[in-house]
């Protein structure tokens, strides 16, 4: 029987004429209160030792000499039928850094246990803390130099335990998932090229987009997803893309600065070296991932605004979603311009560099003043013409795209596609190639995309009748989705057209 009766237990080392001596006191309680025993055991390292009683009710005193090292000692007590056990290890001598050890292990539930050891042995410490990026971690004991740290996002951990006069503090950073289930949210709080990372805003089918901070400002931190090979073949080899990247950074950044409507790059990180390790050590990843620092839209994308249903239902929706497409196609002029094909126009990549207000109407006014942009993101992902694309995001990439995948030859009319999609999405909600996703889907899975090309004719096409628009604006929009990409017009044309039934008010 036990849980009433308790022993605590005090061991006090001191030296006497150059030996070591264990003083340790023993106070037995029954419910709270001290008792005298009817029977007393005193084990040094398993040896049984003498003690005495101290005159004072339930304290008794136990020393005997020891050597340098960890030892334990065992009290068993007995009261009326009530029994109680107690161990402890303690330390003997000054041990230094290199005989003290700090362990972590990462636990199945995520939680993490820290284990402390003297000598080889696990021993409780005099003083112990825990911190994560600064900030103090609540744990508890588990048992003799076991302590459990609660679940908690994977972040560098730094336990400090003293021992004595020494204190030794190690850094731990616990077991990082692997690439392929990666939590992106493992970056908040740290810092990455001078940026701290303070939110994560979402991903795509590329990467992860971050927010970061720098001297007071704002940027967006977009970090391409590091994968193994396998699975649904609708984006190249990380790799491949990174290396593509690093050979057109500097263009992309110089060509970003050359429209008002094209999400302006401010810098690159991209190493060879960094990337191939990362692939195979995801602590790479988590230090020094590849990052694409851009100007931080504040208003975000269209494609969570055409869900606003006060802004969709607006007979001005429609005059607000072809100006968005004359300043985009205006963007992509210059995109296509140097040679570049943009490769994922979607809505999700065209953003609003500052807050819309409530209503449609005002929206389009502060566009037609320039007091709120929309601007095409993700120039990261620009291919030159001809080469073959990052990626696919079936609900908006022409059918050539995706054969493009396997052959090359991605050309800027699979971005005029793309925009002619994106508009008939913000019009009516409705993707035009809705039909096609499980086709593009199922062939992405094969690897055969030969003949995707012929699958057009699954497409609703009464997505176009669905659109609140002018015939003129239906024909023109049915000319940039065509099956046929000869028809599709540049992104010249597409601007002056956009502008000319803009200018004439003949929109809807």
Known sequence: MNGQLNIELDVNVKQFFGVNMANVTVRTKYLG??????????????????????????????????????????????????????????????????????????????????????????????????????????????????????????????????????????????????????????????????????????????????????????????????SNPGGRSNTLNSLEVLEGLFKEGRALVELSGESPYLVK?????????????????????????????????????????????????????????????????????????????????????????????????????????LRINPKLADLGSATREGGTPPGVTVEHSSLEHVVALNRGGISWRDDIYSLGSTLLFLLTRRYINGRLIDKINSALDSGDLRDLTRYYHLRDLRVLDQADVSKEVRIFLSRMISSEPRERPTALETFNFFSSVISSGNTH
């Open 33 to 226: 209160r001290p008792v005298d025993i009817s029977m007393l055991l005193v084990y040094l390292d398993g040896l049984l030792v003498s003690y005495l009683p101290t005159g004072i009710r339930g304290v008794y005193l136990s020393v005997f000499p020891v050597n340098r090292g960890v030892h334990q000692i065992e009290v068993r007590a007995t009261y009326y039928g009530y029994v109680a056990q107690v161990k402890r290890k303690f330390v003997v001598g000054s041990p230094t850094s290199q005989d003290v050890s700090i362990y972590l292990t990462r636990n199945n539930d995520g939680s993490s246990t820290v284990e402390v050891r003297v000598w080889g042995e696990t021993v409780r410490p005099d003083r112990i803390s825990v911190t994560c990026e600064g900030r103090p971690i609540p744990f508890h004991e588990l048992g003799e130099g076991r302590f459990l740290l609660p679940k908690a996002r994977f972040n560098t951990v730094e336990v400090e335990a003293c021992v004595g006069a020494m204190c030794k503090k190690t850094s731990f950073l616990p077991p990082l998932p692997p690439l392929n289930s990666w939590d992106p949210k493992i970056w908040i709080g740290r810092r990455l090229y001078g940026y701290e990372v303070v939110d994560y805003l979402g991903q795509g089918g590329f990467g992860y987009v971050l927010r970061g901070r720098a001297n007071a400002q704002d940027f967006a931190l977009k970090i391409p997803r590091l």
């Open 265 to 369: 790059l401010e810098g690159l990180h991209v190493d060879r070296v960094l990337v191939k390790n990362a692939v195979s050590d995801p602590s790479y990843y988590l230090e020094l991932p590849p990052v694409i620092v851009m100007e931080f839209m504040e208003g975000g994308p269209l494609s969570k605004l055409v869900m606003d249903d006060i802004l969709f239902y607006s007979r001005k929706w429609t005059d607000v979603v072809l100006l968005v497409g004359q300043r985009i196609s205006s963007a992509l002029y210059k995109v296509h311009q140097r040679g570049y094909v943009h490769c994922d126009v979607k809505p999700s990549n065209v953003l609003l560099d500052k807050p819309s207000p409530t209503t449609a109407e005002e929206l389009l006014e502060d566009m037609k003043r």
